[in-house]
């Protein structure tokens, strides 16, 4: 158990409305990430973060933003829903010198 | 592009017989590879990882891996699976460096039969 949070954990909201998604660690990881997963394609990098305030884009980043104003929190916002961003999203952290990531336990999306 | 391949999108197997699932990656310049586990309905588990040293890496339940530099494979081994082990395996690898993305293969469902 790596102390990462995600909620919700199951949200359904309608196409055009903004959502928001939020991953705490209670660790102090330095780097957290943020992948949707979907059938067919495995897990992909949506943005990622190595800092407070610290972000970049992943290969999926497209109708998506974050923000870390603090250590432990990462947040992921859709700026206006689409069916398309019906997912499972997963957030997860890495120690300062390891490799490994250590995921959370998932939120479901459906957006109708 | 960097990618992961794991051709077997299912793979059915009675149980205490063995299974292999296959994972080749991209690139043969130095990399991190992990496999990890997903059960139903739950987030992913770190099965396995190889960073670097011996090529054959065990896992605490049975499941072996091996890295092979020249066939830029890492396949996962385990002689005999069991009912629990039935659960959807992602191989992943990253390249290391300061935001070390990982690379996720599609997965393969392990499905053990009775």
């Known amino acids: 158990d790596a102390g990462i949070t995600q909620s919700p954990r199951h949200k359904v909201t309608e196409t055009g409305t903004p959502v928001t998604l939020r991953c705490h660690q209670t660790?102090?990881?330095?780097?957290m990430y943020w992948y949707r997963q979907d059938p067919g394609h495995g897990l992909r990098l949506i943005h990622y973060?190595?800092?407070?305030?610290?972000?970049d884009k992943g290969e999926v980043s497209d109708g998506y933003s974050v923000s870390r104003s603090k250590t432990e929190d990462f947040l992921l916002t859709l700026e206006s829903a689409t069916s398309s961003q019906t997912s499972v999203y997963f957030c997860?952290?890495?120690?300062?010198?390891?490799?490994?990531?250590?995921f959370g336990p998932g939120t479901r999306l459906t957006v109708t | 592009a960097q990618s992961v391949t794991q051709l077997d999108s299912q793979v059915p197997v009675f149980e205490e017989a063995p299974v292999e699932l296959r994972c080749n990656y991209s690139?043969?310049?130095?990399?991190?590879l992990f496999w990890y586990v997903q059960y139903p309905n739950q987030g992913l588990q770190l099965l396995l990882k190889?960073?670097?040293?011996?090529?054959l890496v065990e896992s605490i339940n049975g499941f072996e891996a091996e890295f092979n530099k020249s066939q830029t494979s890492f396949h996962l081994r385990k002689p005999s699976v069991h009912i629990s082990d039935t659960a959807e395996y992602f191989c992943?690898?990253?390249?290391?460096?300061?935001?070390?993305?990982?690379?996720f293969g599609t997965g393969t469902l392990l499905a053990v039969q009775p």
């Open positions: 660790e102090n990881h330095r780097y």
């Open positions: 997860a952290i890495r120690n300062v010198g390891g490799n490994e990531q250590y």
């Open positions: 690139s043969s310049v130095s990399v991190y």
């Open positions: 190889y960073l670097s040293g011996s090529t």
């Open positions: 973060s190595y800092g407070v305030k610290d972000t």
């Open positions: 992943a690898v990253t390249y290391g460096g300061a935001t070390n993305k990982l690379i």
